[in-house]
């Protein structure tokens, strides 16, 4: 019985894992998921994302909405991230920035125009350590 447990802590089963996503752990899963021209460059990610802790990420749904994500140190340092993205979003989406971004333990996701449930459903699945 304490075999049969053991393999299951170790196999993460009921147990929720804390440690931060990273855009190294999340690219790969957002390509097989329908994202295209999804980059963890730094230049390309744009600045927000680029200097996040945990690396950026920006891709393209199927649908066309970008989505980028700034993985933070920790869900301490998202309040902070969000502030970056409001303060440097261009005019015209300000108004609607709770409608295109969102937050994830340690990654602010946002995108150009507000996500479907299944573009939505698929990044937020795809956010990994």
Known sequence: MLV????????????????????????????????????TNPLAVGFIAGFADNGGIRGRSASGNVLTIAFTADTDSTGATEAAFRSHAPKSPRPHMSDIMETNRNAVLVWTTTPDPGELDAATRCLKP
Request: glycine share 14%.
């Open 4 to 39: 049969v447990a053991a393999a299951l802590v170790a196999a993460g089963c009921g147990v929720r894992n804390s440690k931060p996503f990273t855009a190294h752990g999340t690219v790969g899963c957002l390509k097989t998921h329908g994202f295209t021209s999804v980059t």
